[in-house]
């Protein structure tokens, strides 16, 4: 039987990267962006179903009887109902790992513009604030050194882990909440803690979790108070992790110093959004993972994924 492969959201990868040839594997039907409402029309003959943020719902899966695969284009796999697919035999199956290098520049990125006041400054130089200082120099806040400080790493997977290790090339101590059991890393100083000592330790912590009903909102107004507050928060990972009115009350408050985020709850962030005008929190639109290199590597992962099902021997299943 000829695979009938659809795309629902193909758009979302950009139009500057390099599509594997799909259609070595079977007919292939591409849809730029898709709603969830538009998925039973467009894949009702579908055998494979490649989504990045559509989601697939019970209600969805069940209306799909020829499916039998599901290529995520992305690592997080929350987008698809997994006891659904499982029990009408559905195989998923993520990329892991693709844009580790990215996250963790981004990430970087954020911590260096919170320690450093870059984008503050920027901005001041462009209003002409520096052309009436008295000296030489100007400063709106005072840059803050990392060397020395201690990074709280809340997840210690593949990201996690290289975030601590550019950490320690900073000459950071390194702090690390994991789940789960990990081997210890070779620099030091580095310790495994639990999650309230992190907040209270750490002078900048950075979120590296998925979004799990046990992770979700779990940074809240109890975990914000313990921080300094001279610290930073980042979330590079999965916007619901915070309670986003608990965050704002933080930083208007001054219980923390700022927070640096590529997530929030609700993609594209609307114009009412609780965190719009929140002092000393930068935003930036999702793209983390989103370098063209990254971004290549996702899709030949999908296709490498796809050909490995076909072989009989998946690979990258998600449970």
């Known amino acids: 039987m000829k695979e009938r492969i659809v795309i629902l959201d193909a758009g979302s990868v950009g139009d500057d990267c390099t599509w594997p040839d799909f259609a070595r594997l079977g007919e292939v039907t591409r849809y730029e962006i898709s709603s969830t409402r538009d998925v039973v029309e467009r894949a009702k003959n579908a055998t494979m179903l490649l989504t990045n943020k559509v989601y697939l719902p019970k209600e969805i899966l069940e209306a799909l009887p020829h499916l039998r695969y599901v290529g995520c284009i992305s690592t997080g796999y929350?987008?698809?109902?997994?006891p659904t697919a499982?029990?009408?035999?559905?195989?998923?199956?993520?990329?892991?790992?693709?844009?580790?290098a990215s996250v963790m520049q981004h990430t970087f990125a954020l911590i260096l513009d919170l320690a450093s006041k870059i984008t503050m400054h920027v901005n001041a130089v462009e209003q002409g604030q520096w052309e009436k200082s008295p000296q030489f120099c100007f400063w709106l806040q005072p840059a803050v050194e990392l060397a020395g400080k201690t990074l709280g790493v809340v997840g210690f997977g593949d990201t996690g882990s290289a975030v601590a290790r550019m950490g320690h090339a900073f000459g950071m101590n390194v702090l690390a909440y994991a789940p789960r059991p990990k081997p210890l890393p070779e620099y030091t100083p580095f310790a495994f803690v639990g999650l309230e000592e992190l907040f209270a330790q750490s002078d900048v912590?950075?979120?590296?979790?998925?979004s799990t009903p046990e992770s979700k909102e779990m940074v809240n107004a109890a975990l914000l108070s313990r921080m300094k507050p001279s610290a930073f928060i980042v979330n590079t990972a999965r916007g619901d992790l915070i309670q986003e009115r608990d965050l704002r009350t933080a930083l208007e408050q001054g219980t923390i110093a700022g927070a640096g985020l590529d997530v929030v709850s609700k993609e594209p962030m609307p114009a009412h959004h609780i965190l719009h005008g929140a002092p000393n929190c930068l935003i930036?639109?999702?793209?983390a993972w989103s370098s063209v290199e990254a971004r290549n590597r996702l899709l030949h992962g999908v296709f490498t994924n796809i050909c490995n099902f076909l072989a009989g021997a998946p690979t990258?299943?998600?449970k």
């Open 78 to 82: 929350n987008q698809v109902d997994l």
């Open 86 to 100: 499982a029990a009408h035999g559905i195989t998923v199956c993520n990329v892991p790992a693709y844009s580790t």
């Open 205 to 210: 912590v950075t979120l590296h979790c998925p």
């Open 284 to 287: 930036t639109p999702h793209v």
């Open 316 to 318: 990258n299943v998600v």
